[in-house]
T-cell receptor, first 110, second 113 residues
Framework: SQQGEEDPQALSIQEGENATMNCSYK?????LQWYRQNSGRGLVHLIL?????REKHSGRLRVTLDTSKKSSSLLITASRAADTASYFC??????????FGTGTRLKVLA | DTAVSQTPKYLVTQMGNDKSIKCEQN?????MYWYKQDSKKFLKIMFS???????INETVPNRFSPKSPDKAHLNLHINSLELGDSAVYFC????????????FGPGTRLTVL
């Protein structure tokens, strides 16, 4: 089974609304990262949160991490049409391997 | 300048052929990766190299052979291509401490007919 699973699989919102997506994982981690993938492009790193951190902000992004529940959430505030993309979480167990989730497809309607 | 580049961007070939995908990074990173993304967007790691040495081989068929001539390059050669190899292949790199962000290339869309 997959290490990271995002929820929901797809999300459609209006421009200006907030978008929240969740990631659950199974094993202990060193850090958790969120990536964005625009259609037909490679993944772009958004934010990294370490296992000893609970919340992190970057611009309109807010990430939380709950290691007791093995889950993380990504909040995008005041969404824009340009935020339309797939969002992936990746968990790093500290080896040369990151395991990616299944992704949340976000569509922001203008 | 492009940080992680891959060539070609598109590759269409017949079953049974052999093909290669090239990857180069100009970030000075020590670790490079190959990922396969299937039609459902699931991204799975295939290989990881650190300082030209193979670190991870994720139960990939031995028809896939990565080669790292130097730290800045990681190529992927695929023998006897099969229909199931059709996917998007991404190269990525990260710093040696491997706990930071990964930088991805634009991907190579491989279609096997």
């Amino acid at each position: 089974s997959q290490q990271g699973e995002e929820d929901p699989q797809a999300l459609s919102i209006q421009e200006g609304e907030n978008a929240t997506m969740n990631c659950s994982y199974k094993t202990s981690i060193n850090n958790l990262q969120w990536y964005r993938q625009n259609s037909g492009r490679g993944l772009v790193h958004l934010i990294l949160i370490r296992s000893n951190e609970r919340e992190k902000h970057s611009g309109r992004l807010r990430v939380t991490l709950d290691t007791s529940k093995k889950s993380s959430s990504l909040l995008i505030t005041a969404s824009r049409a340009a935020d339309t993309a797939s969002y992936f979480c990746a968990t790093g167990p500290g080896t040369y391997k990151y395991i990616f989730g299944t992704g949340t497809r976000l569509k922001v309607l203008a | 300048d492009t940080a992680v580049s891959q060539t070609p961007k598109y590759l269409v070939t017949q079953m049974g052929n052999d093909k290669s995908i090239k990857c180069e990074q100009n970030l000075g990173h020590d670790t490079m990766y190959w990922y396969k993304q299937d039609s459902k967007k699931f991204l799975k790691i295939m290989f990881s190299y650190n300082n030209k040495e193979l670190i991870i081989n994720e139960t990939v068929p031995n028809r896939f052979s990565p080669k790292s001539p130097d730290k800045a390059h990681l190529n992927l050669h695929i023998n006897s291509l099969e229909l199931g190899d059709s996917a998007v292949y991404f190269c990525a790199s990260s710093q040696e401490d491997r706990k930071g962000p990964q930088f991805f290339g634009p991907g190579t869309r491989l279609t096997v007919l």
